[in-house]
């Protein structure tokens, strides 16, 4: 049975850093592209970043080009995203997620997995 897992979630200033992990079990982690996708309150879905399968490539999502980072650590079975120069607009709760393949979809259509998220807030 897949398990993700999230953590890492709180209260950060304006400026401050948030690090988000994600452990994953039930299913070969090292053999499957993963994603962070968010929902900010009265909003949709949004990605964040994806990262393939054995990490040699990420993308990003424009609005955080920059200042966040996607990792993974696949003898941990874990993936991580580092947040630095949080913004209000990054509030929200922050999702990880498992791609069909070992390749990126870019597609949250095809993320067939999901994690149940941890709120990220961002508030002077």
């Known amino acids: 049975q897949v398990q993700l897992v999230e953590s890492g979630g709180g209260l950060a200033q304006p400026g401050g850093s948030l690090r988000l992990s994600c452990a994953a079990s039930g299913f070969p982690f090292s053999s499957y592209a993963m994603s962070w996708a968010r929902r900010a309150p009265g909003k949709g879905l949004e990605w964040v970043s994806f990262i393939y399968s054995d990490g040699s490539d990420t993308y990003y999502a424009d609005s955080v080009k920059g200042r966040f980072t996607i990792s993974r650590d696949n003898a941990k079975n874990t993936l991580y995203l580092q947040m630095n120069n949080l913004k209000p607009e990054d509030t929200g709760q922050y999702y990880c997620?498992?791609?069909?393949?070992?390749?990126?979809?870019?597609?949250?259509?095809?993320?067939?997995?999901w994690g149940r998220g941890t709120l990220v807030n961002v508030s002077s």
């Open positions: 997620a498992k791609d069909r393949l070992w390749v990126p979809s870019l597609n949250l259509n095809a993320l067939d997995a």
